[in-house]
């Protein structure tokens, strides 16, 4: 690996551990827990069942962000793949896929578990937004699947023209929370003041983080494609 | 459980999550890179 390279990495590892640390103080320490009211009798509007769990708010948001971009670059990506047929983009759009599926993965296990403290239970089916990120979470496992490392351009065209029909899933995701009738803890006059700083510092760290390892897996990328051509070359040479 | 283990519980999972993957990208990576090597050396030697 190059010098500047390293250093690119180191740079980025750097800054998106900063910003993880100062979102965790932020989100620990410096935010008054007794702020979001807490639901007596009888309930006051838009009070919390459970105020203590509120907190899952600054790394649930993040991670479901993450996703979000990681998906959004898959589809532009996507696009220029089809575009210019060079095989970087393609490589750019599985690497972000793999990225999103985790951020994904995570931020429906955190809001599961806010879910549980909030209403009571992990899941529930008829919510319009928990089914429409796992409905989102499936079509990017799939979307994963289809790169199965051969390089072969009719496999990374039919990805990229999976990775742009996938993205329609995202909107989906996003606005079913006003489109399908849903649960799902929507932003509230009663959040705590101190709640949007801490939620701002917690994304640009998460995006400091998707950063850092969209440049490490491309790296491991582009190692795998060296793998495959000195494999080729030593067939070729046999 | 109580709310405070939830939220607690929830982080465990993000973060475990997170170093999870970072371990996953630091193994995959060095294996192919031993791999690359190991090939490139055979190439080299078989020149030779």
């Known amino acids: 690996m190059e010098r500047r390279e390293v250093l690119g990495l180191g740079l980025l590892a750097g800054a998106a551990a900063s910003m993880l640390l100062l979102a965790v103080l932020l989100a620990f320490y410096m935010t008054d827990p007794a702020s979001p009211p807490a639901c007596g009798a009888p309930p006051l509007p838009g009070c919390w069942n459970a105020p203590p769990a509120f907190r899952i708010i600054f790394f649930h948001v993040p991670l479901a962000w993450t996703a979000y971009v990681s998906f959004g670059v898959v589809f532009a990506a996507s696009v220029l793949y089809l575009k210019t047929r060079n095989a970087k983009w393609d490589a750019l759009a599985a690497a972000a896929g793999e990225i999103g599926v985790v951020m994904v993965t995570l931020a429906l296990l955190t809001g599961s578990m806010w879910n549980k403290a909030e209403l009571g239970v992990y899941w529930r089916w008829e919510d319009g937004r928990l089914l429409a990120t796992f409905i989102l979470w499936i079509v990017y496992i799939a979307y994963v699947a289809l790169h199965t490392g051969s390089r072969m351009p009719e496999e990374a065209r039919l990805a990229a023209v999976f990775g742009i029909l996938a993205f329609a899933a995202v909107p989906v995701s996003y606005f079913s929370q006003t489109l399908l009738s849903s649960l799902h803890i929507s932003f509230r006059p009663t959040f705590p003041p101190q709640t949007w700083p801490t939620l701002v510092v917690g994304v640009v760290a998460l995006t400091l983080l998707f950063l850092h390892l969209l440049r490490w897996r491309l790296q491991i990328e582009a190692l795998e494609l060296r793998l495959l051509e000195t494999k080729e070359a030593m067939e070729a040479a046999a | ?48």
């Open chain 2, 1 to 48: 459980m109580s709310d405070t283990a939830y939220l607690y519980a929830a982080l465990t999972v993000a973060l475990v999550g997170l170093f999870a993957y970072l371990a996953y990208l630091q193994r995959r990576q060095s294996k192919i890179r031993a791999e690359v090597e190991r090939l490139e050396q055979l190439v080299t030697h078989g020149r030779r």
